[in-house]
């Protein structure tokens, strides 16, 4: 009887592929996205008139990274468990992160276009009013994420996981949520032309109400879709 011991060169070739697996190129992406998470916490805090915008652009590279890494994961067949897992909990975690930190910063007054205040002036939303929609919307995004993960989890123990995967709705709220949070924090307005700028927080406070419109609504679908497993029905 002939019996072939594997050299250590093929002990070790699991090893590599599980390696390479974990740092290849859709991955990379991923944990860079969560890298940044404390670098915008950084650019937030420091007193300088450049680092709002520096948090909001990196905040919004880190946001594009969401999209382009599940790509090259199809395209390039680098799917794995750990990109499966680890997608999920850096958008969840960067967005977490900066709904608290939006709210845990003075707000500026919002002017209302098209409105009159009562003294014939331009009506504006006062800071703290700002400040509860504010609230309002990070509520109802981390409150709808909390939830939705709970029902997920749920739903793949019962080997139902694919009633409640990502919907087209889902990833637009993502997309509009991203661009709106982006714009918060970038903060200041953008000069277009000369006298002509872009109100960008004003656009950012706007796409952020959308996408907590439109979490609550893709969180209904999802309970429906998941509502006869949890009644018990077949």
């Keep these: 009887m002939i ?10 070739t699991p090893h590599k592929f599980a390696d390479a697996m974990i740092w290849n190129l ?5 944990w860079l996205r969560i890298f940044a998470i404390p670098l915008v916490v950084v650019l937030f805090y ?7 915008p520096a948090a909001g652009l ?6 594009i990274t969401d999209s382009l890494d599940g790509y090259l994961a199809r395209r390039m067949g680098q799917t794995s468990r750990l990109g499966a897992f680890l997608d999920p909990v850096a958008d969840k975690l960067i967005v977490a992160v900066a709904l608290v930190l939006l709210v845990s910063k003075e707000m500026p007054p919002i002017i209302v276009p098209g409105l009159e205040g009562i003294d014939g002036g331009r009506a504006t939303l006062r800071p703290e009013s700002v400040r509860a929609i504010l609230v309002l919307c990070s509520i109802v ?14 739903m793949a123990e019962i080997g139902k ?3 409640v995967k990502v919907s087209n709705l889902a990833k637009l709220k993502t997309i509009v949520q991203i661009t709106g949070l982006s714009c918060m924090l970038f903060r200041w307005n953008l000069t277009i032309f000369p006298g002509v700028s872009l109100p960008v927080f004003e656009i950012g406070l706007v796409l952020t109400v959308i996408a907590a419109v439109l979490t609550l609504v893709s969180a209904v679908s999802y309970l429906r879709a998941a509502w006869p497993e949890m009644r018990g029905q077949s």
């Design 3 to 12: 019996i072939c011991i594997p050299g250590p060169e093929h002990a070790r």
């Design 26 to 30: 859709p991955n990379t992406l991923t």
């Design 46 to 52: 420091l007193p300088y008139q450049w680092a709002d």
């Design 58 to 63: 990196l905040f919004a590279v880190a946001g």
């Design 141 to 154: 995004i981390i409150g709808r994420e909390i939830a939705i993960s709970a029902l997920r989890e749920w």
């Design 161 to 163: 996981r694919g009633k």
